[in-house]
């Protein structure tokens, strides 16, 4: 099992470029999510996924999109990068919502210059 | 105010010592509550959660609760070079279910 994975690792964008990141689970969670780190400021959600075929926002929501293709998958998508959205970003998993443990991919190293 | 905030750190201890690390939030309905543990660069894991006021342990980690005061800390006993890391606390909200997350508090581990 390779648990969550996330493509790319690493991502220098100019601003005003879009981009699209890629997140997986292969443990059959029915909740997906997306969180960025900023120093500081620990963990914030952008939007999760409850289920196959729901999206919802979270705390910081502005400036992204989300699509949950199907049970596995869940992209993240910057339509026009900001210096702001400069972040590691990380996709989590979970069997159910709530408090159920979230399980999260090694994240995806974001500048945006 | 924020939602969920932890002691800033970063806190040093000596190998063998207790760790204590706190965390208090603002949401009195809030019912669970977790530690994660983030290695440098890496992704967090969970460690710890609670649920019912008083104390938890698992092995070298007690997390102990109080909602009174809405105030939640990890215990670490024994510590160890392997436990420096960033230690996040973060409270399931009662009214959407959703974690937030303090901003973590970094433990060093002195040999």
């Known amino acids: 099992n390779a648990g969550v994975t996330q493509t790319p690792k690493f991502q220098v964008l100019k601003t005003g470029q879009s981009m699209t990141l890629q997140c997986a689970q292969d443990?059959?969670?029915?909740?997906m999510y997306w969180y960025r780190q900023d120093p500081g400021m620990g963990l914030r959600l952008i939007y999760y996924?409850?289920?196959?075929?729901?999206?919802d926002k979270g705390e910081v929501p502005n400036g992204y999109n989300v699509s949950r293709l199907n049970k596995r998958e869940f992209s993240l998508r910057l339509e026009s990068a900001a210096p702001s959205q400069t972040s590691v970003y990380f996709c989590?998993?979970?069997?159910?919502?709530?408090?159920?443990?979230?399980?999260f991919g090694p994240g995806t190293r974001l500048t945006v210059t | 105010q924020k939602e969920v905030e932890q002691n800033s750190g970063p806190l040093s201890v000596p190998e063998g010592a207790i760790a204590s690390l706190n965390c208090t939030y603002s949401d009195r309905g809030s019912q669970s509550f977790f530690w994660y543990r983030q290695y440098s660069g890496k992704s967090p894991e969970l460690i710890m959660f609670?649920?019912?006021?008083g104390d938890k342990e698992d092995g070298r980690f007690t997390a102990q609760l109080n909602k009174a005061s809405q105030y939640v800390s990890l215990l670490i006993r024994d510590s160890q070079p392997s436990d420096s890391a960033t230690y996040l606390c973060a409270v399931l909200s009662s009214n959407d279910y959703k974690l937030s997350f303090g901003a973590g508090t970094t433990v060093t581990v002195r040999a």
């Open positions: 989590a998993s979970s069997e159910a919502g709530g408090g159920d443990e979230q399980y």
């Open positions: 609670i649920y019912s006021n």
């Open positions: 996924s409850a289920s196959e075929g729901t999206t």
């Open positions: 443990m059959n969670h029915n909740s």
